[in-house]
């Protein structure tokens, strides 16, 4: 089946928070995890969908969403919107960590609960020349195949268009091949990066 890369519809959304929620333990599924799976899409993904839909690319099947990059060309701006737009929706949405599932995940719900109130915690020491982020996740079987580069040059593209200088991101630290696959696109390791909450960089040129 091809697979193809195009620009974000809103027909999307849905696959969209659906890839996120089984991408989000270290690249595994997190369907069960937590006591709502719309937790996770709601603090990595539909944010970005919300805020800059013109900086949203996806892999697709011809049936639905298998992947996809998010981006936002202006962190701090990002931030200011999500602590005017986003917080309040979500705190209400989601006032308190809902009955326990038994799974106990390494990042518990409070913490994920926190994440959506408090944006500030984007706010990264390096946002003068990498002022972008972006979050990519890829199916299985669309892994292995260039889309993940490819996304993520189509992204950088449309930053560098906008005079956008550089773009970081951060990961699960389990994730050892997403580092390896930062690493061979270009991705460095920024002085704000810590073992437990890696931080990489790279420019848009």
């Not at 709601?42 to 839909?53: Q, R, S």
């Not at 991101?169 to 920024?190: K, S």
């Not at 002085?191 to 990489?200: G, K, R, Y």
């Amino acid at each position: 089946m091809t697979l193809l890369v195009r620009q974000y519809q809103p027909a999307d959304r849905e696959d969209i928070a659906d890839v996120c929620l089984r991408t989000a333990v270290a690249g595994g599924d997190a369907s069960g995890r937590y006591s709502d799976d719309a937790l996770m899409p709601e603090v990595f993904a539909l944010p970005y969908l919300a805020y800059d839909p013109s900086l949203v690319f996806v892999v697709t099947n011809g049936h639905r969403v298998v992947g996809y990059v998010l981006g936002v060309a202006d962190t701090r701006d990002f931030v200011e919107w999500w602590r005017r737009e986003w917080a309040p929706g979500f705190a209400a949405r989601h006032p308190r960590p809902g009955p326990p599932t038994g799974r106990e995940p390494a990042f518990t719900e409070q913490r994920l609960l926190d994440a959506g109130r408090d944006p500030e915690r984007m706010l990264v020491a390096e946002l003068d020349d990498y002022p972008a982020h972006l979050h990519i996740d890829l199916l299985p079987e669309a892994q292995g195949q260039g889309l993940g580069r490819r996304l993520i040059d189509v992204l950088r593209a449309a930053l560098r268009g906008r005079g956008v200088p550089g773009v970081h991101l951060g990961f699960d630290p389990a994730n050892t091949g997403a580092r390896a696959f930062y690493e061979r696109l270009g991705f460095v390791e920024l002085p704000s990066s810590t073992p437990t909450a890696p931080l990489f960089g790279i420019s848009t040129d």
